[in-house]
Nanobody, 122 residues
Framework: QVELVESGGGSVQAGGSLKLSCVASGDTYTSPYMAWFRQAPGKEREGVARINRADNTDYADFAKGRFTISKDKAKNTLYLQMNNLKPADTAKYYC????????????????WGQGTQVTVSS
């Protein structure tokens, strides 16, 4: 079992930045593949970024050049640096982990955090 707790969400103006954090606990060694997803009301959950065991990363097209996923293994913490935020980025952001999350797809991840809200105003 892996427990995930996100933090760092908030309200910002368009063009602003936020850095999200996700602290993992429990059997973290069993789930080295981690990702960020987001979901707006009435919409499907969509992938934002993924990082694997070797720190290789994948990004959704909307995140490329603006968002950066990283992790601190010593702290068991995942991060998402979000720059140049747009109103379309408004959503609840979720941290996820899986033993073998090979794809940036929600169905590939079994452990989820509670989410942290990001609101971007124009």
């Amino acid at each position: 079992q892996v427990e995930l707790v996100e933090s760092g969400g908030g309200s910002v103006q368009a063009g602003g930045s936020l850095k999200l954090s996700c602290v993992a606990s429990g059997d973290t060694y069993t789930s080295p593949y981690m990702a960020w997803f987001r979901q707006a009301p009435g919409k499907e959950r969509e992938g934002v970024a993924r990082i694997n065991r070797a720190d290789n990363t994948d990004y959704a097209d909307f995140a490329k050049g603006r968002f950066t996923i990283s992790k601190d293994k010593a702290k068991n913490t995942l991060y998402l640096q979000m720059n140049n935020l747009k109103p379309a980025d408004t959503a609840k952001y979720y941290c996820a982990a899986d033993p073998s999350g090979y794809y940036l797809y929600a169905g590939s991840f079994r452990y989820w955090g509670q989410g942290t809200q990001v609101t971007v105003s124009s």
